[in-house]
Every structure is written in C-alpha cells, then in structure tokens.
Nanobody, 127 residues
Framework: QVQLVESGGGLVQAGGSLRLSCTASGRAFSNYAMGWFRQAPGKEREFVAAVSRSGGSTYYADFVKGRCTISRDNGKNTVYLQMNTLKPEDTAVYYC????????????????????WGQGTQVTVSS
C-alpha cells in the first residue's frame, strides 16, 4: 500500500509556472505507475499526465501537451508535474495517483485504473 501527498499548488498569474510534487510513503515506489489528474469546480476529474514505473514512458492530455512535463525520482519517492504557460482554465485541484504494475514502460490514463490517490493540491490561475 502507498500513501500519496501532493504539494506545490498555489495562486499564479496566467503565463506563469508551477511545479507540483507528489511524495509517496511506503516501499517499492518504483513498482508504481503514476499519474496526475485534475478536477475543476462542477466538472469531472480528468487525466492530465502519466509516467511509467521507470520514467521511460510518458503520456499527456492534449490540453497540456507542450506546456507540462511529468517526471519522477524513484530515489526520492516523488513524481513531479512541471506546468508552464498556465491558463485560467488550468484552475483545478490536482491529484496524483498510483498503481502497482508489472510492466516497467506502461502508462495508465484513466481514473479507474489507479488504486491510490492523494488528497489534492489547489492550483489557481488568475487572468
């Protein structure tokens, strides 16, 4: 089992940047594929980005391609989401998620595939 804690959210002006972090407790972080999702008020939670166990594979939602980078440091039990050129429509609570997988290069892009979730961190982008 793994517990996830997100950090790094905050208030930023449009065009600015933020780096979100998600730190996992427990052992064998490298056994988990990781993902970032977000949920805006009144909307369903949606996929943002995913990274494989090894970090060798990544996948992004179309609306963040070219603006965000997901990465992980297995030695620090942490996954990151670097977000650049932020827009007001990026305002949401951002969640990280984890799933133990046998495949080192597989990425997961849907909510139902993940077993563990953090509590979320608020990102607010002002215009």
């Amino acid at each position: 089992q793994v517990q996830l804690v997100e950090s790094g959210g905050g208030l930023v002006q449009a065009g600015g940047s933020l780096r979100l972090s998600c730190t996992a407790s427990g052992r064998a972080f490298s056994n988990y594929a990781m993902g970032w999702f977000r949920q805006a008020p009144g909307k369903e939670r949606e996929f943002v980005a995913a990274v494989s166990r090894s970090g060798g594979s990544t996948y992004y939602a179309d609306f963040v391609k070219g603006r965000c980078t997901i990465s992980r440091d297995n030695g620090k039990n942490t996954v990151y989401l670097q977000m650049n050129t932020l827009k007001p429509e990026d305002t949401a609570v951002y969640y990280c998620a984890a799933k133990s997988l046998a495949f080192t290069l597989m990425v997961l892009t849907t909510l139902s595939e993940y077993d563990y979730w953090g509590q979320g961190t608020q990102v607010t982008v002002s215009s």
